[in-house]
């Protein structure tokens, strides 16, 4: 259901938008004021995407505002989503670039959730390629079914990422054997474990940034990838099966959607619930214009950024299947994500390549 929402690339990025009931009146707004993209990370490529944006989409939207980019990292992008729903100003001066794991923190019932992914106003999605499991060439498993017969160490950072997630639903639903070691600095102590032999597999990694990080691994077949996460096999390598056609049911195959639904957003862009029609309208079709500009293309294939854009509709359309998902798939899905097996990561190597807990200040 899912892979029908993404399909058409940038074909009809501007369709189904609400008509601009006066362009003078748009760009009245506009013109001389300052719109801030906020980014629901500290850095990395979403900041520079959305740096990217900003510094083209002024020439699209009526009145050519100034375009500022402000981080707005913490909570796993839950901080900025409730920012964008609760404080920032409904008139369109705001739009974010949020994680694509919100409307899944919704479903999951999530701490902190103070939004409803359903009443935002989405502006459309850069997209992002699929998540790989990536297993190291010397643990001896090439396939999902070798998965299922041999134990594999993994790596693991946060007990919420998909470096943890997606071993935990395998194991419960497919049968196969990852034990995770939990609690890695990041995931780029991951792959220097997978380096040392420390590890042997990360999961949720993204073909591209691996790509862009790692091309030795692929041309020499360091790693090889069981399966991918998705609902494009487009997005991935060739011959690599997608999660969603693992399921050896229809229950199975629903949970397998609901979590690859957040490879299928992509990098989601939002507006505030509340923004007048005109304005929206105007913003999506900026949106769409910026990701088709050739200038923005250019950028993209300079730094090696992955692209499949999404329009405003489309990924409206997946965020509508995602929270409506029954509660009995929901149930089931929470059950499989339930932690078992695991090793502490300070007991695995050495506690440097491990996260440290924060001290809390005592109060006076």
């Not at 409730?82 to 369109?92: H, I, K, L, V």
């Not at 790989?132 to 498993?141: E, I, N």
């Not at 054997?177 to 999961?203: H, K, P, Q, T």
């Amino acid at each position: 259901m899912i892979a029908r929402m993404i399909t058409g690339g940038l074909a009809g990025l501007a369709m189904g938008l609400t008509p601009l009931a006066s362009k003078a009146e748009v760009a009245g707004f506009y013109k001389g004021k300052v719109v801030t993209v906020i980014v629901s990370t500290g850095g990395g490529t979403y900041t520079l995407v959305a740096r990217t944006i900003a510094r083209h989409m002024p020439r699209y939207l009526p009145g050519a505002p100034t375009m500022i980019v402000k981080n707005m990292p913490g909570a796993g992008h839950v901080r900025a989503t409730n920012f964008m729903y609760n404080r920032a100003p409904q008139d369109g001066s705001y739009f974010a670039s949020i994680g694509n794991s919100i409307p899944l923190h919704q479903v999951l019932g999530r701490k902190g959730v103070r939004y409803d992914a359903l009443k935002f106003n989405w502006l459309g999605s850069t997209g992002i390629t699929n998540l790989m499991t990536a297993v190291w060439h010397k643990a001896g498993v090439k396939t999902i079914d070798d998965a299922k017969n041999k134990e594999v160490i993994s790596g693991g950072t946060g007990a919420g990422s998909g470096t943890v997630i997606y071993p935990m639903i395998m194991n419960k639903l497919l049968g196969t054997r990852f034990r995770v070691v939990i609690g890695y600095r990041s995931a780029s102590n991951i792959d220097l474990a997978m380096e040392r032999g420390e590890v042997f597999a990360r999961s949720g990694y993204s073909y591209g940034s691996l790509a862009r990080r790692h091309p030795d691994w692929i041309k020499t077949n360091k790693v090889f990838f069981p399966v991918q996460v998705g609902v494009d096999p487009a997005r991935g390598p060739k011959g690599v099966p997608l999660l969603i056609d693992l399921a050896k049911n229809k229950d199975q195959r629903k949970i397998f959607e609901l979590f690859s639904g957040t490879v299928a957003l992509g990098r989601p862009y939002l507006t505030t619930p509340g923004v007048p029609a005109d304005r929206l309208a105007a913003l999506r079709k900026a949106f769409a214009a910026t990701l088709a500009d050739k200038a923005f293309l250019a950028a993209q294939k300079k730094r090696k950024f992955d692209l499949f854009p999404a329009t405003a509709d489309q990924v409206a359309a997946i965020v509508a299947a995602m929270i409506n998902t029954p509660a009995g798939i929901v149930k089931m899905a929470k059950a499989a994500m339930v932690r078992s097996n695991t090793i502490k990561c300070k007991s695995h190597t050495l506690a440097k390549n491990c996260k440290s807990k924060k001290k809390r200040k005592k109060k006076k």
